[in-house]
């Protein structure tokens, strides 16, 4: 049961235009969403976040939209640079038999051509 | 220097082996996970630990053990009833506190059983 899921294993996009990742969820209890961005043998870094109380979320380059009622949020990076090149996970927080936990989806990669 | 290290960054064992994965943290963070990666899917949860002394199994504990006997340490101890334990495994932290979501992850480790 798959409750977040990444539906475009990749993606290819110009250098210095717009990359969207996208991700849907299924469990209507997340109530915070998060993006990852990953480099080849090396740990996740976070991005952005966003609460379930908002719909857009907006640092310098990257801006993240939740669609609650789609149960849907997107990852917006423009320009996009040849460094943005990487896997990038949605996650999405819930608590979970009386912890909080991240429950990721399945990545997107994400290569920026120049 | 704050942060999470992994140690070592990649291990090779031998099939039918016990291997123990090193973390250790000083961000002085309560909670403490364990992941794995494995190509094409997202991360999966191992093991949690939400204070010392205390752990709860997570979505696929299967073949793993773990213990919390500092806040700085959390071993993950990969055994010989680990069916598939080739992976890149992934430790992960948390603050506590209301409205903090965010975990933070170590640089890895890559696991290779032949």
């Known amino acids: 049961d798959q409750q977040v899921k990444q539906n475009s294993p990749s993606l290819s996009v110009q250098e210095g235009r717009i990359s969207i990742l996208n991700c849907d969820y299924t469990n209507s209890m997340f109530d915070y969403f998060l993006w990852y961005k990953k480099y080849p043998a090396e740990g996740p870094t976070f991005l952005i976040s966003?609460?379930?109380?908002?719909d857009k979320n907006e640092d310098g380059r990257f801006t993240v939209f939740l669609n609650k009622s789609a149960k849907h949020l997107s990852l917006h990076i423009v320009p996009s640079q040849p460094g943005d090149s990487a896997v990038y996970f949605c996650a999405a927080s819930a608590i979970i038999q009386g912890a909080q936990k991240l429950v990721f989806g399945q990545g997107t990669r994400l290569t920026i051509n120049p | 220097d704050g942060g999470i290290t992994q140690s070592p960054k990649y291990l090779f064992r031998k099939e039918g082996q016990n291997v123990t994965l090193s973390c250790e943290q000083n961000?002085?963070?309560?909670?403490m996970y364990w992941y794995r990666q494995d190509p094409g899917q997202g991360l999966r949860l191992i093991y949690y630990s939400q204070i010392v002394n205390d752990f709860q199994k997570g979505d696929i504990a299967e073949g793993y053990s773990v213990s919390r006997e500092k806040k700085e340490s959390f071993p993950l101890t990969v055994t010989s009833a680990q069916k598939n334990p080739t992976a890149f495994y992934l430790c992960a932290t948390k603050a506590s506190g209301t409205g903090l979501y965010e975990q933070y992850f170590g640089p890895g480790t890559r696991l290779t059983v032949t």
């Open positions: 961000l002085n963070h309560d909670a």
């Open positions: 966003i609460s379930s109380i908002k």
